[in-house]
């Protein structure tokens, strides 16, 4: 009995914090629509991803030689510090006379979870990666594997690890973070 | 009862408060009275800031607020300087937008309010005069449906037409909508004459409780 009512507790929590994400996510996009400065954002996040594919276009054994290390670690840097937390800016500071708030600060007094607006922004981040993961795999395989005759696992293994895991992460542990 | 405190004292940045106990219940205005640096601000933080510094018990319509913030906070209207809204964007898109985190947000009952107190909705809230951001959080805190107002210092510095018309909405508020406001105020006339309750606050310390004509 104490175990059927625990579970149906957990299961309208889970309830309560998809209805929370949810509203999280229209809260945003509405935020992100009266922007003055959204069209700035769009040109950024495409400026980012095409940075991100351009380092991915070298072959990761090239990368792991002595010679090309210093050019993976840049092309490391830039798709795990740079690209997200560009990425992520437009859902986490508010331009406002001419400083740059937190949004966390200007939701404070609000009936939000924070710990389900933490998940939305991971969320956001985890589908943007996801699409730049596919397409840097695409490269590894044509440049990698099909031009240069390199390993195929290890190209999709370089893949998605530069452009998956590590930046995923590492931006989930300082979105947990952020206070 | 509305609103219980028993025995909150603060802790962390807040453990000037000691020892506070006392009870509102609803459709009553209460004031908390004391000099500046007596605890009001604090002690209303300690009920809508997400970090509980403080023991003791705050329960609002019998629950204790620790349980739930997000229950805790679709109840409560807080009206502050301090509270940050969104200042570039409209009165309306602040509505909009922040409106959605409630369950019973009225977005029509929004526009009419602010079109009541004369507070265009067009305006950026940054552009707001205090006593129109004070309207306009008003006019927020009852299109949620609050069922308990704090309001900390949102009379300083009004003129008095505007303060007695100020008294009149939160009357109002208090009758059709069964709900209580928590003031916080250092002007003495003002609490014995409009409040219904008194709450003085000295040092972090609550020295009196009672009735408006009782206590001061």
Redesign the interface.
């Known amino acids: 009995m104490v175990h059927m009512r625990e579970k149906e507790s957990r299961k309208a929590r889970q309830q309560e914090n998809r209805k929370q994400r949810e509203i999280i996510r229209r809260m945003d996009e509405r935020l992100v629509a009266y922007r003055e400065d959204e069209v700035l954002f769009g040109i950024l996040k495409w400026f980012y991803t095409g940075i991100i594919l351009l380092f991915l276009l070298m072959p990761a054994e090239m990368c792991l030689e002595k010679g090309g290390r210093s050019m993976g670690f840049v092309g490391l840097m830039w798709t795990t510090v740079i690209a997200p937390m560009g990425y992520l800016a437009i859902y986490r500071n508010i331009k406002e006379q001419g400083k740059q708030v937190s949004y966390l600060k200007k939701i404070k007094y609000l009936p939000l979870d924070l710990r389900q607006i933490k998940l939305v922004r991971i969320g956001y981040l985890a589908q943007f990666l996801k699409k730049i993961v596919l397409i840097a795999c695409a490269e590894q395989l044509v440049i990698g594997t099909l031009i240069c005759g390199q390993n195929i696992f290890l190209g999709i293994a370089y893949a998605v690890m530069m452009a998956g895991v590590i930046p995923l992460a590492w931006n989930a542990l300082i979105i947990w973070l952020e206070k | 009862m509305l609103l219980e405190l028993e025995h909150v004292t603060g802790i962390g940045k807040r453990k000037f408060l000691s020892d506070i106990s006392f009870s509102l219940p609803a459709g009553y205005l209460m004031g908390l009275a004391g000099k500046n640096g007596a605890g009001k601000t604090t002690l209303l933080e300690c009920i809508?800031?997400?970090k509980k510094q403080y023991n003791g018990i705050i329960r609002l319509n019998g629950e204790d607020i620790r349980t739930d913030?997000?229950?805790?906070?679709?109840q409560i209207g807080?009206v502050s300087d301090e509270?940050?809204?969104?200042?570039?964007?409209t009165a309306r898109?602040n509505g909009?937008?922040?409106g959605?985190?409630?369950e019973n947000w009225d977005m029509e009952l929004f526009l009419e309010l602010l079109k009541r107190m004369d507070v265009a909705a067009g305006q950026k809230v940054?552009n707001l005069s205090r006593g129109q951001f004070i309207k306009f959080q008003t006019a927020f805190a009852m299109a949620h449906g609050s069922v308990l107002y704090l309001l900390d210092e949102a009379t300083a510095g009004m003129d008095p037409v505007f303060r007695r018309e100020f008294f009149c909405i939160l009357h109002e508020i208090i009758g059709t909508e069964q709900a209580s406001v928590l003031m916080t105020s250092h002007i003495e006339t003002e609490i014995s004459q409009k409040m219904d309750y008194v709450a003085v606050l000295e040092d972090g310390k609550l020295i009196s409780f009672g009735e408006a004509g009782d206590t001061l």
Do not use: C
Not at chain 2, 69 to 74: D, S, V
Not at chain 2, 83 to 89: A, E, M
């Open positions: 809508v800031s997400r913030y997000r229950k805790t906070m679709q807080f509270n940050p809204f969104l200042f570039d964007y898109q909009e937008i922040f959605m985190a409630y940054g």
